[in-house]
């Protein structure tokens, strides 16, 4: 008979995990390590051209990247040149007598600024284009040559396949064309996602470089939005000092013409005072305007009366600016012919204008 008893009392070895040595030892293999070579090789070719695009899109996102950068340190050397510029302009609106020389020096300098930093934009442009050209030439090679390493795997796996198809085509003839139109339906499908790869590899880099011209090209424009400013404040700044010399031009001839207004009418009074003295003249000078005499033809009957007299003050203290004809009574001076020649008034001669006009001096005495 059969004995019963409890698992206790009869305890059987509980199941252990496979180790590497026991896995080995006993004929087993990972599933990676038991497939065959050329699968193997085939893996490991499309894990190297995943991660060689993966580098590659690396690479060209740092390029990206280090344009940008470039490009915001030249945007930001425009800015610094534009606020030299603005305070150029406080300056000489603030300060007027500025030097000409350090004007023209300070202007010489952000000319000189600016073409760097075009000098600096071009040179960025041509270094975008040869690393995209260098992209370009590096990228098609290793994509030509990983394709050319997966056509020559397939190759050999085909090659395998056929040695086998000829050394079993006597046992397993169904079996084996079976196997080789699975092979080829794989082979179209791993041309298949290999051709999509590569689309798509093409397609984000056409994408990418869109975007990176499209960025160039904002940037130009803002770049030329920066030049016009530029020229519109040194246009200013011109303008400006264009208007502060012709100032300070017309001041010069005011002080000019003051100056020698003054003396002409120095010379005038100067020549008043001498005539002054002389018997048969009439002598009048102030507010502004001279009057030259001729001589005045008297009689010795009779001294003018004081209404004659009076009468000849007021016409020639009160010119009406043309030619008089001064009809005396009897007694007195034949008429004087004035000729009234008038003078512009500066701020400073105005007070002796209003001065009491000199009185009328008779030929009888």
């Known amino acids: ?56 899109l690396v690479l060209l996102v740092l390029l990206v990247l280090l344009l940008l950068v470039l490009v915001l340190v030249l945007v930001l050397l425009l800015l610094l040149v534009l606020l030299v510029l603005l305070l150029l302009v406080l300056l000489v609106l603030l300060v007027p007598p500025v030097p000409v020389l350090l004007l023209l020096v300070l202007l010489l300098l952000v000319v000189l600024v600016l073409l ?77 996602v290999l051709l999509v790869l590569v689309l798509l590899v093409l ?29 519109l404040l040194l246009l200013l700044l011109l303008l400006l000092l264009f208007t502060t010399s012709l100032q300070d031009a017309e001041g010069r001839d005011d002080v000019m013409e003051t100056w020698i207004r003054k003396r002409k009418l120095a010379e005038s ?26 001589e005045v033809g008297c009689t010795l009957e009779g001294s003018g009366t004081p209404e004659a007299v009076a009468e000849t003050e007021e ?21 004087a012919y004035i000729e009234q020649e008038r003078w512009l008034l500066t701020p400073e001669e105005l007070p002796a204008a209003t001065q009491p006009q000199p009185q009328l001096i008779s030929a009888d005495t």
């Not at 030892?25 to 990972?30: I, K």
């Not at 056929?162 to 339906?185: I, S």
């Not at 016409?315 to 007195?332: Q, V, Y």
Request: hydrophobic share 70%; aromatic share 2%; proline share 6%.
């Open 1 to 56: 008979m059969r004995e019963w008893t409890l698992p206790e009392m009869n305890p059987r070895p509980l199941p252990t995990l496979p180790t590497a040595t026991g896995v080995l030892r006993r004929g087993r293999l990972p599933i990676i390590l038991a497939a065959p070579p050329c699968t193997v090789l085939l893996l490991l070719v499309l894990l190297l051209l995943v991660l060689l695009v993966l580098l590659l």
């Open 116 to 192: 760097v930093l075009v000098l600096l934009l071009l040179v960025l442009l041509v270094l975008v284009l040869l690393l995209l050209v260098l992209l370009l030439l590096v990228l098609v090679p290793v994509l030509l040559v990983l394709l050319l390493l997966v056509l020559l795997v397939l190759l050999v796996l085909l090659l395998v396949l056929l040695v086998l198809l000829v050394l079993l085509v006597l046992l397993v003839l169904v079996l084996l064309v079976l196997l080789v139109l699975v092979l080829l339906v794989l082979l179209v499908l791993v041309l298949l």
């Open 203 to 231: 397609v984000l880099l056409v994408l990418l470089l869109l975007l990176l011209l499209l960025l160039l090209l904002l940037l130009l424009l803002l770049l030329l939005l920066l030049l016009l400013l530029l020229l």
């Open 269 to 294: 009074e100067e020549g008043l005072l001498q005539s002054f003295s002389s018997p048969g003249h009439v002598i009048t000078e102030k507010g502004g305007a001279r009057w030259k005499e001729e």
């Open 315 to 335: 016409r020639i203290a009160n010119p009406r600016g043309k030619t008089e004809h001064l009809h005396l009574p009897e007694g007195t001076c034949r008429a």
